[in-house]
């Protein structure tokens, strides 16, 4: 409870918490490294750091230069070649000099949903985004793209069709 204790300002995007100012900004593309540039901060919350511009990411991160400082990041998973992955998520040289904390959730893990929700996306998910979704690991689309392909179900011949293309795929 912060009544008293907070105040936002939404034409500037200031956050008052506690007397701490807090410099709430989105990252759709590139340019938001601009609105950051030049600040000395002792923190971020990046939320869903994917989906952000890695250049921004570097710049948040050679921002918060106060010590200590702490840069607070979540995310759901995706590909092991996303740009946030290995030099990030998994850098031994971080995680040996114990700067780099690793946190990982499944969707079992989560408070905020029932047992029937997730007994359903348990049985509903398939392939990648069964691991991805709802066993929160990084991982790529391996082998078909579509697990349910049946050849002799959804298959045909191309005698069966008409003489239109010279080839069917």
């Known amino acids: 409870y912060t009544e008293g204790y907070s105040h936002y300002n939404r034409g500037t995007g200031i956050l008052t918490l506690f007397g701490r100012k807090i410099i709430c900004r989105g990252a759709p ?97 398939t392939g990648v985004w069964y691991q991805r979704n709802f066993l929160g690991r990084w991982v790529i689309a391996e082998g078909l793209v579509y697990a349910g392909w049946d050849p002799k179900r959804h298959g045909f011949t191309t005698d069966a069709q008409p003489k239109t293309f010279s080839a069917y795929y």
């Not at 114990?98 to 905020?112: E, I, K, S, V």
Request: contains cysteine; proline residues 6%; hydrophobic residues 35%.
């Open 29 to 125: 593309d590139v340019k938001a490294d601009s609105r950051i540039r030049g600040m000395t901060a002792a923190g971020a919350y990046v939320d869903e750091v994917t989906k952000i511009p890695a250049e921004v990411f570097k710049q948040i991160m050679a921002r918060c230069s106060r010590d200590p400082g702490c840069i607070l990041v979540t995310t759901n998973p995706d590909t092991p070649y996303h740009w946030f992955y290995e030099p990030y998520l998994h850098n031994e040289k971080m995680i040996k000099a114990g700067r780099l904390y690793h946190l990982h959730f499944t969707m079992a893990d989560n408070p905020g949903l029932s047992q029937q929700y997730i007994d359903d996306m348990r049985m509903s998910l």
